[in-house]
């Protein structure tokens, strides 16, 4: 801070000194140019290229051997995604059904810890860190260690189960129940997200207009419904939109715990683009997934773009 | 934000009440929830193999051994993959701030033509998922020859649509007095960016290097997309790889995924709000 306070000074062209960055002489209107333009090379190289790569490679009959030999074949890799030996439709739609739930599930239960955490002042810090523990930590451990919380024969969870005489369950080790319980690791890990978005937008309620309410002989229920879900609902649209867009792109807990199985039970886009891309070298059909996934995701972008807009303007 | 300076609304007021048990209770049995299966995992990893596979699950280690851990590292070098991580995740820290907040300067203090065309070029790439790119930055990546090498893992994440939105952002609220400031007293632009705005962003620059060092320290499919050399693998893919190569050795697949996530956790506990404030405010995953 002190350089910023000096700099109004005299004293100043001392400060700034002979050092490299002053001896750095370059003129005032060269500079943003000197900046950006390695940027948007780097941008042209690292993800403009890749993705008009993408759309090249989904167009044509790609030869891992020589790529450039490879037959122009319009909309075929996406046509093809449909037949029936594609198992683009059952990725597809466990992507939907996993979407749909961990959305349905991370909003509300986001909201419901963040009242709980609003409750407590002291102690706050410390449940803020449970919450938001599982978050921080690398998917890969947090799929290794559910894994074998779910273990059917030794998972403490099924012994838990066989305490209260439930039968042992397979969880993700069984096609009906796999897609469900990587799901539920899921939500589990990202709880705190939502909730620490929730607890900030609470936060910001003013206290006089909960209080005015109060005096007014609103009750606690009323209080909840009528004032501080409305006052959330621009914060319930971005978690949600967040949420969404998060959901699409599960990779690494399907990869460490299920590996798309049993069978295809657990097999979502992402998984499916690294398997026919890398495992099948079928290159044309995981970049017309990729670009179907990219579609759909753009358009709930958008709409967070939208959301966002208010925030972005001064 | 999280500061605990104002009073929530709905607090007690002091008197130990029926319904403030009841709601300690609940958030106890949520923390709980979210946090034993971390103990479970740390205190199963000092258990020898026959406890932790026994029908009948014990909580606290009856046979306490560190068995696991001498065993694990003489089998995959577990300290290695630590070290990886921490090297590439603090690079790939480092040159975000840098390139974020260099551009953030140029979007916030200068005006030149094309400015928004650029700055919109750069932040719709934000709604790009990386499924989209992972394939051919992979090719990109092995034309280069860069497969199996540090470079790899951090070349493609080198700037951040984000990280430059943030700072821009954060930059515009710098007065421009000061700037001006240290144009007439003949200081260069790499100056004023060096000791005005940077020692000004630390805010930002805080919430956005722990939300980069995270998502990078945490990441997998890219990693696991180009490294295949043992002596080469991040913290997560040697977690992986242990699962997939030695998934019937229980013991050591929790020991290596408490090697992942304890460090992690007491750096959370030790910077909690930091930590919670960066990521809410970038909003992470």
């Known amino acids: ?314 | 934000m999280f500061d605990n300076g104002s009073a929530p609304a709905t607090m007690g007021k002091g008197k130990l009440s029926f319904e403030r048990v009841v709601l300690t209770l609940v958030m106890l049995a949520v923390a709980a929830g979210m946090f034993v299966p971390f103990i479970w995992m740390v205190l199963s990893s000092f258990k020898p193999y026959q406890e932790i596979l026994s029908l009948k699950p014990t909580l606290w280690p009856q046979g306490f051994t560190v068995g696991n851990y001498t065993t694990l590292t003489s089998e995959l070098p577990f300290l290695r993959y630590f070290l990886n991580s921490a090297g590439v995740s603090s690079v790939v820290t480092l040159v975000i701030l840098f390139t974020s907040s260099l551009c953030g300067y140029v979007f916030a203090k200068f005006d030149f033509a094309y400015k928004e065309l650029f700055f919109m070029t750069i932040i719709s790439s934000m709604m790009v998922p990386f499924a989209v790119v992972v394939l051919p930055l992979y090719f990109l990546i092995a034309r280069l020859g860069m497969l199996d090498s540090y470079l790899g893992l951090v070349i493609p994440f080198m700037v951040n649509a984000f990280g430059i939105f943030l700072m821009r952002q954060f930059m515009e609220g710098v007065p421009g007095d000061l700037v001006d400031a240290g144009r007439v007293d003949g200081a260069g632009e790499m100056w004023i960016y060096w000791r005005i705005m940077l020692p000004l962003s630390l805010n930002a620059l805080s919430a956005l290097g722990v939300f980069v060092f995270l998502w990078s320290w945490n990441s997998l499919w890219w990693p696991f997309m180009i490294i295949s050399k043992s002596e080469l693998r991040t913290l997560p893919l040697g977690i992986a790889t242990l699962a997939w190569e030695y998934a019937t050795r229980v013991d050591l697949v929790i020991t290596g995924a408490t090697i992942g996530v304890v460090p992690i956790l007491i750096l959370f506990a030790l910077m909690t709000r930091t930590i919670v404030r960066g990521v809410a405010l970038t909003g992470m995953k």
């Open chain 1, 1 to 314: 801070m002190a350089t910023i306070e000096d700099s109004h000074g005299s004293q100043t062209r001392d400060r700034i000194g002979n050092g490299l960055l002053s001896r750095l002489r370059i003129p005032r209107n060269a500079f943003p140019w000197l900046v950006l333009t390695p940027v948007l090379i780097y941008y042209f190289v690292f993800l403009i290229y890749p993705i008009l790569y993408a759309i090249w490679v989904s167009l044509h009959l790609w030869i891992i051997e020589d790529p450039s030999a490879s037959q122009f074949v319009l909309f075929r890799n996406y046509s093809d995604l449909l037949l029936p030996t594609s198992r683009f439709l059952d990725a597809f739609r466990n992507t939907l059904v996993y979407v749909f739930i961990r959305t349905v599930a991370l909003v509300p239960l986001g909201l419901l810890t963040a009242l709980l955490l609003y409750q407590f002042r002291r102690t706050q810090r410390f449940y803020l860190f449970c919450v938001f523990a599982p978050i921080v930590c690398p998917s890969a451990a947090i799929a290794v260690l559910w894994k074998w919380l779910y273990h059917p024969r030794f998972g403490p969870i099924n012994a838990q189960l066989a305490e209260i005489g439930v039968p042992r369950q397979g969880f993700i080790t069984v096609a009906d129940q796999a897609l469900y319980s990587v799901v539920a690791v899921d939500i589990w890990q990202h709880i705190g997200f939502g909730a620490v978005i929730f607890l900030a937008g609470l936060m910001s309620i003013p206290e006089q207009l909960l209080e005015a309410a109060r005096i007014d002989g609103a009750n606690r229920w009323q209080l909840f419904w009528r004032i501080t879900l409305p006052l959330l609902s621009h914060t319930t649209l971005f978690v949600t939109v967040i949420t969404l867009i998060g959901s699409f792109q599960v990779f690494d807990l399907i990869l460490v715990m299920t590996s798309g199985g049993p069978g295809y039970a657990t097999y979502v886009l992402s998984y499916l683009i690294y398997n026919e891309g890398i495992l099948r070298t079928d290159m044309g059909a995981a970049s017309a997934i990729s670009l179907v996934m990219f579609v759909i995701i753009m358009i709930f972008t958008v709409i967070q773009f939208r959301l966002l807009r208010p925030r972005w303007e001064y």
